[in-house]
């Protein structure tokens, strides 16, 4: 058969195209020797590159965001495990209801939880904004995601391996340590990338339960008023997208492999 | 011999609404090769689960090697089972696997590993030491999910359908492995099957199921040749059923009134029948003979050979019978084609004590 | 048995469950609370009073807004909600017309590379929101690329200002921002499609494209309709679309919202309006669900 043109091809590669254009550009004038995201270019530079590193405050607020996003991820994934081999490993009670009330951040347009919190932190605990008060937001945010990664892995797998283990001689926490565990790993590690990385790029939400302490987003937004300091905030912002694409292929390879490894005769 | 290693006293076991076993009462002995037999939904699986602990009756007392087994985990009880699935765990190779639950065994390194070694080689599994589970054949992961469970020297093996998952030929092969296994290490064997051919070749005794109810017990002879109900008659073997109506009995023998079909005279059932009840006259299709031309008398009936096949080592012959809605079937030689081609007017007869009587 | 299951379930489930209380239902709780309270004044008056949503319906001189009348005294947060139900319906429209042949693409067409279609795909939707927002600022600014790349090739002399800062910017980027994320769910539908069933139907007679009438196109419907709502929902409320390329043109109602508790300080009235703002999607939502026979289709595909 020979290869014919295909006009659906065409199209997804201008969907392509479409999807990824504007966000080149960020890459492509934080390179740019020009103090403003123009064409025609003016010849390659790294110099955006190296003010954004002295830039103090935006060291801070990355700072600020690897620590808010790691501490999120560990624990959201840590109470979404539970959480997941719950409702699909026991009979709870109203689990559906749980669950969906569960989910409710996905569908939730974010000002509203942001607005929200911010009169639960302010007005009903009386507690100053902190970065406390956004990593208690983004685990809210991040939960949902964390128990729709890890159920799904957790279904995908025979429910009789557990049962097996069971009949061997091994306890709950046992039969957890040698065989769930194991093979909710994939699970755990895409959950865990993931969760970070909404944390790390949400903005909303640290918006307004931001205190002093800056994440890096809440200091894009207030730079990006500033026109004199766009290339500085390209170069940042194209160190976030690179970042950011890193760890998804990372979590989608652990997640693809991880399903793969399971289908019986599939070497 | 009153010390079975299974007892199992009155079980019931609901979901929500409905009921999967109701009133199961029976002892399995030591050393039996015992089988559960029903089609899928009977209850044999959710029996088998609740022998090994991961489901608990609703009702009902269950006793292992003479100990109640109320409260007691999958994780404590002296069984190990087969999964229909194997279930072998992907993340382990074949000797880890094997060796799973030895960890919970208090042996030395040594000795689990002399253990592994002999499981290994008693499965015929030597030199795949390393492989992972998804580089297996199904029938090495059978043997794989066999080796898992003997290891740790179970009371009693629980098999849930371990040959489902085969071709017919590898099939037939593990049947024979199956059962010289079980006769080498000498253990209780439970099997669960729908295949009443893979049931009658392997057991010592069978337990057929239907409808969370057990109908009969009892060797695969005594369920081929004595079946206690139309039921048991019908999913063991093929069956043909003659209707009558009981005229009087003569000793061991029924004699009963076939109506166009004449007089039928069948061995007497365990449970009396009376004058005037409407029976079944249930002869095997290999006890029927053909003859070109009779005479008339008690189980003796005319008909008409309506399609023949031929299967290599006998040949099937389906009779339309008058006043019969279905038509008999004869298991007879090859030779026997010749006398009866289809088309051909034929008598079939058959002997009274082939003839068992069974209520409708 | 099940009630020592449902004890170790609950148990498993329990740690979560309570940050997702404190997170999510608390915070659900108080804005409903603060909905009827006042502000006076630097201070909360904490008498119960429908006083805030009396004021969203209050008639008055009003406005019109695309000859719309609105004849209410404080007009702007049902004008803001009438423009953001429009600017995401028309979005949401685009983006599952565009991504529906994507969509169709992925499912039917790729059979190599099938992993590295799905991960370009996914990268978009997990990468900062606000930088995809921001690049449309780059591209449609008056100094940004679009006009400069034209001005540079001569085509025009001076920048267009018709581009950023008004409701087509905020549409287009809203569309562009939500497109990957919703070709996933109608490729899942697409995808799970036995290809017999298209088979079948050319066997029994059917074109090519009788066929994807009336095979292929009602059983996407399950993963197009999530699609649809995955996009709709959260975008009426965007706040951060708005703001960078809205202008003063193209706010919706999440800047007032916004507005209302970080700047003018009457957060009662900002609780009230996205209480009302929730309580209309969800009505929306259930209408439209209703409209197109969901239940039935459910029942029907699974």
């Known amino acids: 058969m020979t290869r014919r043109f295909d006009p659906l091809l065409l199209y997804a590669v201008l969907f392509v195209l479409f999807l990824y254009g504007p966000m080149l550009l960020m890459p492509l004038f934080s390179l740019n020797d020009g103090n403003f995201a123009t064409f025609p270019l003016k010849g390659f530079t790294l110099r955006h590159y190296g003010e954004m590193a002295r830039n103090t405050s935006m060291m801070t607020a990355l700072k600020n965001s690897l620590i808010v996003g790691l501490g999120v991820s560990v624990t959201a994934t840590a109470l979404a495990l539970p959480a997941a081999l719950a409702l699909t490993r026991y009979r709870v009670p109203a689990g559906g209801a749980i669950l969906s009330f569960m989910m409710l951040p996905l569908v939730v347009p974010s000002i509203v939880l942001a607005v929200g919190l911010l009169i639960v932190v302010l007005r009903l605990l009386g507690l100053p904004l902190s970065l406390w008060t956004v990593a208690a937001g983004h685990l809210m945010l991040c939960i949902p995601f964390g128990m729709t990664v890890l159920m799904s892995r957790l279904e995908g797998f025979d429910k009789s391996l557990e049962e097996a283990s069971r009949d061997l001689g091994a306890g709950g926490w046992s039969t957890f340590r040698r065989v769930t565990l194991p093979l909710a790993a994939p699970g755990v590690i895409s959950s865990l990338l993931l969760c970070f990385i909404i944390s790390f790029d949400e903005f909303v939400i640290s918006f307004f339960l931001t205190g002093t302490d800056n994440t890096l987003p809440v200091f894009l937004f207030s730079q990006l008023r500033f026109p004199n300091r766009l290339p500085g905030t390209l170069a940042l912002g194209s160190l976030i997208l690179v970042g950011s694409a890193v760890l998804v292929i990372l979590a989608e390879v652990v997640r693809k492999r991880g399903v793969a490894s399971d289908n019986p005769g599939d070497i | 011999m009153d010390d079975p290693i299974i007892r199992i006293d009155g079980v019931q076991k609901s979901f929500g609404s409905f009921t999967a076993l109701n009133d199961i009462r029976f002892d399995i002995q030591r050393g039996e090769f015992f089988s559960l037999l029903g089609a899928s939904g009977c209850g044999k699986t959710t029996l088998l689960r609740i022998l090994a602990g991961i489901e608990q009756p609703t009702h009902g007392q269950l006793m292992i090697d003479g100990k109640p087994m109320a409260g007691v985990p999958a994780n404590r009880r002296p069984t190990n089972m087969v999964f229909q699935s194997y279930a072998i765990f992907p993340h382990l190779t074949v000797r880890e696997n094997i060796g799973y639950g030895l960890v919970y065994q208090n042996l030395t390194k040594a000795e689990a590993r002399a253990r592994t070694d002999e499981a290994i080689e008693l499965v015929k599994l030597t030199g795949l030491d390393d492989r992972s589970a998804h580089q297996l054949s199904g029938g090495q992961r059978q043997r794989v999910a066999l080796a898992r469970a003997l290891v740790c020297r179970p009371k009693v093996l629980l098999l849930d359908e371990p040959l489902s998952a085969l071709d017919k030929k590898l099939r037939e092969e593990m049947q024979q492995e199956l059962r010289s296994l079980q006769r080498t290490v000498g253990i209780t064997f439970v099997f669960v099957t729908h295949d009443q051919e893979e049931a009658l070749t392997l057991s010592d005794r069978i337990a057929v199921m239907s409808g969370g109810r057990v109908l009969q017990i009892d060797t695969p002879e005594g369920l081929y040749e004595r079946p206690n109900c139309l039921e048991v008659a019908e999913f063991v073997g093929t069956m043909n059923l003659f209707p009558a109506t009981v005229q009087r009995m003569d000793g061991g023998q029924v004699i009963a009134d076939g109506g166009a079909l004449g007089t039928l005279v069948g061995r007497s059932p365990d449970r009396p029948v009376a004058p005037g009840e409407a029976i079944l006259i249930a002869v095997r299709p290999e006890k029927i003979e053909l003859s070109a031309s009779g005479t008339t008398g008690p189980n003796r009936v005319a008909g008409r050979v309506a399609s023949l096949s031929y299967l290599g080592d006998r040949s099937h012959f389906l009779v339309a019978v008058d006043g019969l809605a279905a038509p008999v079937a004869v298991y007879r030689s090859n030779s026997e084609r010749a006398t009866a081609a289809a088309g051909t007017e034929v008598w079939l007869s058959w002997s009274e004590t082939d003839a068992l009587v069974l209520h409708r | ?302």
């Open chain 3, 1 to 302: 048995m099940s009630s020592a299951s449902a004890r170790t379930g609950l148990s498993l489930l329990s740690p979560a469950f309570l940050v997702m209380a404190a997170t999510l239902l608390a915070p659900v709780v108080a804005l409903i609370v603060m909905s009827f309270w006042t502000q006076s004044g630097f201070e909360i008056d904490r008498t119960f009073t429908l006083a805030n949503y009396a004021r969203l319906v209050e008639p008055g001189e009003g406005t019109v807004w695309y000859g719309i009348r609105f004849p209410l005294a404080y007009p702007v947060p049902a004008v803001l909600m009438v423009k953001s139900l429009a600017m995401s319906l028309v979005a949401t429209i685009c983006v599952i017309g565009v991504a529906w042949p994507m969509a169709y693409f992925l499912a039917f067409r790729v059979t190599r590379y099938k992993a590295m279609w799905m991960i370009l795909l996914t990268i978009p939707f997990w990468t900062s929101y606000l930088l995809r927002v921001f690049s449309w600022k780059i591209v449609l600014g008056f100094n940004g690329a679009i006009n400069s790349g034209l001005q540079w090739l001569g085509l025009i002399k001076e920048p267009l200002e018709f581009l950023l800062y008004n409701p087509l910017a905020v549409m287009i980027t809203l569309a562009h921002s939500w497109i990957a994320f919703s070709v996933l769910p109608i490729y899942v539908s697409l995808e799970k499609i036995d290809r017999t069933l298209l088979e079948a139907a050319s066997d029994l007679g059917d074109s090519r494209w009788k066929r994807f009438r009336r095979i292929t196109l009602p059983l996407s419907m399950p993963g197009t309709i999530a699609a649809t709502l995955l996009v709709f929902i959260p975008t009426v409320g965007d706040y951060v679309t708005p703001t960078l390329v809205g202008g003063p043109g193209g706010t919706m109602i999440g800047s007032l919202v916004q507005q209302l508790f970080l700047r003018q300080d009457n957060a009662p009235l900002g609780a009230a309006i996205s209480i009302v703002m929730m309580l209309i999607i969800a009505a929306l939502v259930g209408l439209f669900l209703w409209l197109i026979g969901y239940r039935r289709i459910r029942r029907r595909i699974g």
